[in-house]
């Protein structure tokens, strides 16, 4: 079946650093991929639509040079969360739907950013 | 802005036992999702309903979507303990082409 892929799964990293993670589509070509956000005990909020060869759509509130995000293949979307401080700590999870009706989107392993 | 309103928040039941999540939205979708997390873990895909009227089955769970009532039901018969973990439904819109909105998420809590 269609496959998620993100990377790494686990992040503890220092103040000011900047984290990158990736969103690979595995078996399938995705031209739009989606990153949510979600805090503990807290429901998923979607914080940008990462679009292959065009600029990401980022949601209300969500900063973009904070969080920049970059989908220069049909495979692959990577989210930068730059000069990253505590309050960035959060489970970080990409998404993307396979091409066709009825289609779930399918959610990678997710990414548990920790800034100390 | 569309809103999706989940209920309840938390379910402790306990097995064999039936009950009903609800979900409930505020505009126009042409899709609905049912998505299970467990703790610490992403989320896996039960169930997508596109039309109104669309009932899904999987083992002991059925969804279903009202377009006109702007409401999903997850329906739980005979609860086992594997099957306590979290449940969020989630709206789409644009023809799958955008994000998803979710419900605030039901934690469910099955006891032996």
């Known amino acids: 079946g269609a496959v998620v892929s993100q990377h790494p799964s686990r992040v503890i990293c220092k103040s000011g650093t900047s984290v990158k993670i990736e969103c690979r589509s595995l078996d399938f070509q995705a031209t739009t991929m989606f990153w949510y956000r979600q805090f503990p005990k807290q429901s998923l909020m979607l914080m940008a639509t990462?679009?292959?060869?065009?600029?990401?759509?980022?949601e209300q509130g969500v900063e973009k040079d904070k969080f920049l995000i970059n989908h220069a293949s049909l495979t692959l979307s990577t989210l930068t969360v730059t000069s990253a401080h505590p309050e960035d700590s959060s489970f970080y999870i990409c998404?993307?739907?396979?091409?066709?009706?009825?289609?779930?989107?399918?959610f990678g392993d997710g990414t548990r950013l920790s800034i100390l | 802005e569309l809103k999706v309103e989940q209920n309840p928040l938390f379910l402790s039941m306990q097995e064999g036992k039936n009950y009903t999540i609800y979900c409930n939205y505020s505009t126009t979708s042409d899709r609905l999702y049912w998505y299970r997390q467990d703790p610490g873990k992403s989320l896996e895909s039960l169930f997508v309903?596109?039309?109104?009227?669309a009932v899904k089955q999987e083992g002991r769970l059925m969804a279903s979507l009202d377009t006109k009532a702007r409401l999903s039901t997850l329906h739980i018969t005979a609860a086992v303990h594997d099957l306590s973990a979290t449940y969020f439904c989630a709206v789409g819109s644009g023809g799958g082409a955008d994000g998803l909105t979710f419900g605030k998420g039901t934690h469910l809590i099955i006891q032996p």
């Open positions: 998404s993307a739907r396979v091409p066709g009706s009825g289609q779930p989107q399918h």
């Open positions: 309903l596109l039309s109104n009227g």
């Open positions: 990462s679009n292959e060869g065009s600029k990401a759509t980022y």
